[in-house]
């Protein structure tokens, strides 16, 4: 069974800091680019950023472009979303997603065309 386990979200500050994980079993996690993808309440998914399986090759939303960075472990089967000055407009349920092959970076991976989808994580960001 695949599983894309999201978790690490939650209430904070403008301004503050969450860490997003995005564990992932029952796939050969090397052979995937991940995606994190939002949904916030009465609009569409908007794809907020990318990562290639193993070269590096990112893609950030001008949105959160220079506060938002994507990680991965391999080894650990794990994807990262760090977000810092976090603002209101941030508020939505985080997803991470992945699909099959390789991925340049060059545009926003998703919301279609992903093979797997974990279940969100909230993110609020309000005073």
């Known amino acids: 069974e695949v599983q894309l386990q999201a978790s690490g979200g939650g209430l904070v500050q403008p301004g503050g800091s969450l860490r997003l994980s995005c564990a992932v079993s029952?796939?050969?996690?090397?052979?995937?680019?991940m995606s994190w993808i939002r949904q916030a309440p009465g609009k569409e998914r908007e794809v907020v950023s990318c990562?290639?399986?193993?070269?590096?090759?990112?893609y950030y939303a001008d949105s959160v472009k220079g506060r938002f960075t994507i990680s991965r472990d391999n080894a650990k089967n794990t994807v990262y979303l760090q977000m810092n000055s976090l603002k209101p407009e941030d508020t939505a349920v985080y997803y991470c997603?992945?699909?099959?092959?390789?991925?340049?970076?060059?545009?926003?991976?998703?919301?279609?065309?992903?093979?797997?989808w974990g279940k969100g994580t909230l993110v609020t960001v309000s005073s």
């Open positions: 990562m290639s399986k193993s070269d590096g090759s990112i």
């Open positions: 997603a992945s699909r099959l092959g390789a991925y340049s970076g060059t545009y926003p991976m998703g919301p279609y065309g992903m093979n797997y």
């Open positions: 029952g796939i050969t996690f090397d052979d995937y680019a």
